[in-house]
């Protein structure tokens, strides 16, 4: 079963519009991080944001929101104010510190377009 | 700076023609790993290592080896390249721990022809 699943391969979104990237997990741990990532088309991995299974509350960085629903184990980044520099891709990613000796999982990415 | 730097950022070379990517980090980070990047496939591990001395395979290996001699460098070695291995590789750092996450390198792009 894959360990994190995104769904969308590609998103548009208008310019100052809000999107959400969608991103689904698979763990036994009962400790996890969820963490989120963008590529733009230069090509380096950006870290945006992180969620600790144990945190109360949803991550914020910034125009960076983590959308943590734990029972139904999805982690959906949340992008408020869309800028045309958001134009990239981005990575869900969850680390399990247990069951897997630290082991990342990445899902396969969802490619961002901000649209004028 | 905190940093994982990574060399060289391109790379054309032959086929079977031996070639090593440098991997160095300066945040006493004990776990290192290697990805390559393929455009459909997302990112995927190469090998790891969670200490000096200690690496293990990751989902792709074959055709890759890797050593730590030391904490901070992790050398990716391609002993016989193959346009098979042409892609898009990453290196990362992490402290151990569900918390924390990856530093990445800049990425290498190797082309093998």
């Known amino acids: 079963a894959q360990k994190i699943t995104q769904t969308q391969p590609g998103m548009f979104v208008q310019e100052k519009e809000a999107v959400t990237l969608d991103c689904t997990y698979d763990t036994s741990d009962p400790s996890y991080g969820l963490f989120w990532y963008k590529q733009p088309s230069s090509g380096e991995m950006i870290f945006l944001i992180y969620?600790?299974?144990?945190?109360?509350q949803n991550a914020t960085e910034g125009r960076y929101s983590l959308n943590f629903q734990k029972a139904r184990k999805s982690a959906n980044l949340v992008i408020s104010a869309s800028q045309l520099g958001d134009s990239a891709m981005y990575f869900c990613?969850?680390?399990?510190?247990?069951?897997?000796?630290?082991?990342?999982?990445f899902g396969t990415g969802t490619s961002l377009t901000v649209i004028p | 700076e905190a940093q994982v730097t990574q060399n060289p950022r391109y790379l054309i070379t032959v086929t079977g023609k031996k070639l090593t990517v440098t991997c160095s980090q300066n945040m006493n980070h004990e776990y290192m790993s290697w990805y390559r990047q393929d455009p459909g496939l997302g990112l995927r591990q190469i090998y790891y290592s969670m200490n000096v001395e200690v690496t293990d395979k990751g989902d792709v290996p074959e055709g890759y080896k890797v050593s730590r001699k030391e904490k901070r460098n992790f050398p990716l070695i391609l002993e016989s390249p193959s346009p098979n291995q042409t892609s898009l590789y990453f290196c990362?750092?992490?402290?151990?721990?569900?918390?924390?996450?990856?530093?990445f390198g800049s990425g290498t792009r190797l082309t093998v022809v």
């Open positions: 969620q600790g299974s144990y945190d109360q």
């Open positions: 990362a750092s992490s402290l151990a721990g569900a918390d924390y996450g990856y530093t």
């Open positions: 990613a969850m680390r399990e510190p247990y069951h897997t000796g630290n082991q990342f999982y």
